[in-house]
């Protein structure tokens, strides 16, 4: 009745942003992204009608305002007559704050939730679950290079290459700490009845995921780069041009991207791509890192860096 599980966040190169379904949370879009290894989160669930109701710890603290998506969560995976459930979930890196918590908790929960309730379900049912509390989550259940595609009013995801097959690094560089002004739910469904880019995202999405599928089949960093970094701005483009706007960037973040640009000047591998958050992710090729994490490190306004290569997708621990 009880298990654990650990899974990491996972960065969109073509990012997801807006929802065909709502209640379902079916993206708009597909998405591909590459799933880290060093950012982690642990859960542990266990079953136990002798508590009252649900109860979540999120790093050792009571966190009743995240537990009712959590609670949702597990009514999806096992139906609404489920038993309660005592959740633990800790991090080794900032949550709420554009780094993708909400991808590895709910990817960790549903691995754990289903073996600690003795539930057999393969890695897509899983992920088509974790999905319906935070989109991008489905794609923490896979490692290495990970695509999500629409068919049929639901969500397909795979691995499209391992991460041992193109160990690309990712250099994060935190501008900013605490939580962000809009989740990223709500800023997507504004975007999507606000802003008036939001048709044209949604129609050239396919294209993207097509020159970056490319991209990845062939191990061409050039070429990954121009596509995620534009995949990257469009969707900021949406987000700005949302009623009220959508900014999630400051001076940090700008600065980021011009160290990127510089480096880039200079003929050193690496992309910048943000998520709906102030910070910015660098990503390059291995030998490039200790120039990129330098370089980021001595940009005004960066308060800290961290490292990551590919990781695998979720999957149960030893309980602690
Ligand atoms: O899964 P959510 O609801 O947290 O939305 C994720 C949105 C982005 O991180 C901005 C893009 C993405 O594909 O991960």
Redesign the pocket.
């Known amino acids: 009745m009880r298990a654990s599980a650990v899974a990491q966040p996972n960065i ?1 190169l073509i ?3 807006g929802k065909q379904n709502i209640a379902g949370n079916i993206p708009a879009v597909g ?1 591909l ?1 590459i799933t880290l290894e060093s950012l982690e989160t642990r859960m542990t669930v266990e079953f136990d009608n002798e508590i009252g109701a649900d109860e979540l710890l999120v790093n050792g603290e009571p966190a009743p305002h995240l537990l009712p998506r959590v609670s949702q969560c597990l009514d999806h995976l096992l139906g609404p007559g489920r038993s309660r459930a005592a959740i633990e979930s800790t991090y080794n890196f900032p949550i709420a704050a554009g780094l ?1 918590s ?2 590895s908790s709910f990817a960790a929960l549903v691995v754990a939730a289903s073996k600690a309730a003795g539930f057999q379900a393969d890695t897509l049912s899983l992920a088509r679950t974790a999905g319906r509390a ?4 489905a794609r923490s259940l896979y490692g290495g290079f990970v695509e999500l595609r629409l068919h049929e009013q639901e969500i397909e995801v795979e691995t499209i290459l391992d991460a041992v097959d193109w160990p690309l690094r990712v250099i994060v560089a935190i501008t900013a700490e605490g939580e962000k002004p809009i989740s ?2 709500d800023a ?1 469904n504004l975007s999507a009845e606000t802003s008036p880019f939001f048709p044209a995202w949604v129609k050239h999405q396919d294209q993207d995921l097509r020159t970056a599928r490319a991209a990845v089949d062939d191990r061409n960093f050039t070429a990954l780069a121009e596509v995620s970094e534009h995949n990257c701005l469009k ?1 900021h483009s949406v987000m700005w041009a949302s009623r009220p706007p959508v900014v999630y960037w400051n001076k940090a973040t700008l600065a980021c991207m011009e160290t990127v640009r510089q480096l880039q000047k200079e003929g050193v591998p690496v992309f910048f791509t943000i ?2 958050g102030p910070q910015v992710k660098a990503v390059c090729l291995p030998d490039a890192a200790e120039r990129v994490l330098g370089s980021l490190q001595a940009t005004s306004g960066v308060l800290d860096t961290m490292q990551s290569s590919l990781g695998t997708g979720a999957r149960l621990v030893n309980n602690p």
């Not at 935070?134 to 989550?137: K, L």
């Open positions: 969109a990012k997801y942003w998405s992204s993708a909400s991808a935070s989109g991008s989550a990223s739910g997507m969707m998520d709906a």
